[in-house]
């Protein structure tokens, strides 16, 4: 069973950047789907990107495209979500999911093994 835990989030200004950290332990995520979703505040769960274990393609909310940038360090077990030209409307909690279903599926983290993490906070100042 893997555990996620996440990290990197904080204060940064619009047009900034940070790097998000999803820490996997208890078992290797090249074995899982990893997602990354973020929930703005009074708004509902939005996925926004994730990676395939199976042959490591990414997929990206129309919302991100072009300033995400999903990626995976197995010998950290970690994935790690790069956010560029960072705007207002991306302040959210924002959480990792390592799911067996396949990412972009209407399946991705609904199988008995997900694991989600605590989520971390991301605020972006105008």
């Known amino acids: 069973e893997v555990h996620v835990v996440e990290s990197g989030g904080g204060l940064v200004q619009t047009g900034g950047s940070l790097r998000l950290s999803c820490a996997a332990s208890?078992?290797?995520?090249?074995?899982?789907?990893i997602g990354w979703f973020r929930q703005a505040p009074g708004k509902g769960r939005e996925e926004i990107s994730c990676i395939r274990k199976k042959d490591g393609s990414t997929r990206y909310a129309d919302s991100v495209k072009g300033r995400f940038t999903i990626s995976n360090d197995s010998a950290k077990n970690t994935v790690y979500l790069h956010m560029n030209s960072l705007k207002p409307e991306d302040t959210a909690v924002y959480y990792c999911?390592?799911?067996?279903?396949?990412?972009?599926?209407?399946?991705?983290?609904?199988?008995?093994?997900?694991?989600w993490g605590q989520g971390t906070p991301v605020t972006v100042s105008s």
């Open positions: 208890g078992s290797s995520l090249d074995d899982y789907d």
């Open positions: 999911v390592a799911d067996f279903y396949p990412c972009g599926s209407d399946t991705f983290t609904d199988s008995p093994f997900v694991s």
